[in-house]
């Protein structure tokens, strides 16, 4: 079992930068891949970003990429999204989750087993 636990959300102008974090604790966490996904009210929860579990490689929703990057510090346990040029429509619920390495279905909220309780970023106009 793994409890994943995210911080670093908050108010941001747009044009800004946040970087949001992911801890997890309770398993092998450098045998997960990891990914980042957000829900905005009204929305279905959709895919951002995802990392391999040795860190490798990486993936990008097109709406984020080129802007956010995802990063991973396994002797530290942790996952983390930078966001840079926020725009107000990235403002949402952000929630790090964890899939077994052998999934290849990084996009698919399906695909993930653990998911921690989310992290509130607002991007003001």
């Known amino acids: 079992q793994v409890q994943l636990v995210e911080s670093g959300g908050g108010l941001v102008q747009a044009g800004g930068s946040l970087r949001v974090s992911c801890v997890g604790s309770?398993?092998?966490?450098?045998?997960?891949?990891m990914g980042w996904f957000r829900q905005a009210p009204g929305k279905e929860r959709e895919f951002v970003a995802a990392i391999s579990a040795g860190g490798r490689s990486t993936y990008y929703a097109d709406s984020v990429k080129g802007r956010f990057t995802i990063s991973r510090d396994n002797a530290k346990n942790t996952v983390y999204l930078q966001m840079n040029s926020l725009k107000p429509e990235d403002t949402a619920v952000y929630y790090c989750a964890a899939r077994p390495a052998s999934s290849v279905r990084v996009g698919v909220t399906g695909s993930y087993d653990y998911w921690g309780q989310g992290t509130q970023v607002t991007v003001s106009s």
């Open positions: 309770g398993g092998t966490f450098r045998m997960y891949a």
